[in-house]
């Protein structure tokens, strides 16, 4: 298992088009997270999912981000109609569920929106 | 909700020296866990330490060790013989087991530089 895996590494993009990032978490954890990153802040918390479902969603996560899980396997966060603010680190996690489990990050998206 | 809070946006320290990062929580739960992550630049995050609240003995990895207050809701890593690669971002982070999804709250960050 080569950890935690997302790709794109980094993605610009103009203001008002779609992105898609993907995250392929490891296999043996049935809990993958989303977080986003700001410049000069720690990762703020966005979704996430146990198994195939999305059991939980920050306020943060607008009507124009959504996130799946098809199968529990990989996960996609689609934003739609990006703005200049939607620009961030896009970090991605698995753990096991249960108390106290850390997480294994992944090495995050870029998102540059121009 | 939770907040963590890292006083310190920088630090440095001489390579091979002991340096202290502090972190700061609030909760009202007694029962909670806590963590240091380290993020190199342009790396992923990766777990450098963790502490239950639970658990009165400080937790220590290796040149890691913290330094757990319950009372005073404070939990500072300290890291001893200082190396280059020691060079990254720390954040400090609290997750409440009772939050079904075991969401962490981050604080903002110390940024450690190791200074040859």
């Known amino acids: 298992d080569t950890g935690v895996s997302q790709d794109p590494r980094h993605k610009i993009t103009k203001r008002g088009q779609n992105v898609t990032f993907r995250c392929d978490p490891i296999?043996?954890?049935?809990?993958l997270y989303w977080y986003r990153q700001t410049l000069g802040q720690g990762p703020e918390f966005l979704t996430y999912?146990?198994?195939?479902?999305?059991?939980?969603k920050s306020r943060l996560l607008s009507d124009r981000f959504s996130a799946e899980r098809p199968k529990g396997s990989f996960s996609t966060l689609e934003i739609q109609r990006t703005e200049q603010g939607d620009s961030a680190m896009y970090l991605c996690?698995?753990?096991?569920?249960?108390?106290?489990?850390?997480?294994?990050f992944g090495s995050g998206t870029r998102l540059t929106v121009v | 909700a939770q907040t963590v809070t890292q006083s310190q946006p920088e630090m440095s320290v001489q390579e091979a020296e002991t340096v202290t990062l502090s972190c700061t929580y609030d909760?009202?739960?007694?029962?909670?866990?806590l963590f240091w992550y380290k993020q190199p630049p342009s790396r992923q995050m990766i777990l450098v330490i963790r502490?239950?609240?639970?658990?009165?003995q400080n937790a220590t990895e290796n040149r890691f060790s913290v330094n757990f207050q319950k009372a005073a809701k404070s939990f500072s890593l300290k890291i001893s013989d200082s190396q280059l690669g020691d060079t990254a971002m720390y954040f400090c982070?609290?997750?409440?087991?009772?939050?079904?999804?075991?969401?962490?709250?981050f604080g903002t960050g110390t940024s450690l530089t190791v200074i040859p």
């Open positions: 996690a698995s753990s096991l569920a249960g108390p106290g489990y850390g997480y294994t």
């Open positions: 296999s043996e954890h049935n809990r």
């Open positions: 999912f146990q198994n195939e479902a999305q059991l939980e």
């Open positions: 909760t009202s739960e007694n029962n909670y866990y």
């Open positions: 502490q239950e609240a639970y658990k009165q």
């Open positions: 982070a609290f997750m409440n087991p009772l939050n079904t999804g075991n969401q962490f709250y």
